[in-house]
């Protein structure tokens, strides 16, 4: 089975500090691990995404995300934060030895960006 | 460009009534997906399609239906029997049915007065 649990339902940073999104996963298959963003009543725009490549993986806007296989996590983060990076994120699993091409969803981060 | 189109942005309905979403794509996507959103609770799978003429339920498929005539189009149809249909609802579709390569609509909010 697969499943996410995002760790905080709200975090809430000031502009220019760091931003640590936490996300623990659970999967029966070598999993495929991705972080979308979601602006307010718009669709989901995919940051990054890990495939069995490298662990530390690199996405848009400068985020970041490393997969610890032994902690079963899935952390998001950003050395710096800005305004522009005020949404909701979604740490999402899918399952690269299954035959279904679903995703399975966390509940979802809500990032507060204080000036 | 290529993408998904989800229309319309607002729906609004009366109590009772039957819906219909619409989603369409021109990525030459085989898979397809309907998502549910509410606050607090992530996306939550209605349904799903691989191939053309066929689909299968997700999670929360009581109240809901689906059609696949064509490849580019997913319509989901809300009806009467679902009791709680307020929701932003988002359609995707991916490259093939490994789950790689997702594209997301930028969705309908639903609200029922």
């Known amino acids: 089975a697969q499943s996410v649990t995002q760790l905080d339902s709200h975090v809430s940073v000031s502009e220019g500090t760091p931003v640590l999104l936490r996300c623990n996963y659970s999967s029966s298959y070598s999993p495929s691990l991705f972080w979308y963003v979601q602006h307010p009543n718009k669709g989901l725009q995919l940051l990054l995404k890990?495939?069995?490549?490298?662990?530390l993986v690199k996405g848009i806007n400068g985020f970041e995300a490393e997969f610890k296989k032994s902690e079963t996590s899935f952390h998001l983060t950003k050395p710096s934060a800005h305004m522009s990076d005020a949404a909701e994120y979604f740490c999402?699993?899918?399952?690269?030895?299954?035959?279904?091409?679903?995703?399975?969803f966390g509940r979802g981060t809500q990032l507060t960006v204080w000036p | 460009d290529g993408g998904i189109t989800q229309s319309p942005k607002y729906l609004f309905r009366k109590e009772g009534q039957n819906v219909t979403l619409s989603c369409e794509q021109n990525?030459?996507?085989?898979?397809m997906y309907w998502y549910r959103q509410d606050p607090g609770q992530g996306l939550r799978l209605i349904y799903y399609?691989?191939?053309?003429?066929?689909?299968q339920k997700g999670d929360i498929a009581e109240g809901y239906s689906v059609s696949r005539e064509k490849k580019e189009s997913f319509p989901l149809t809300v009806t009467s029997a679902q009791k709680n249909p307020t929701a932003f609802y988002l359609c995707a579709s991916s490259i093939e049915s490994k789950g790689h390569g997702y594209t997301f609509g930028s969705g309908t909010r639903l609200t029922v007065v």
């Open positions: 890990y495939t069995s490549a490298a662990t």
């Open positions: 399609s691989q191939i053309v003429n066929d689909f």
């Open positions: 999402v699993v899918s399952a690269r030895g299954s035959t279904l091409g679903r995703l399975y």
């Open positions: 990525l030459n996507h085989d898979a």
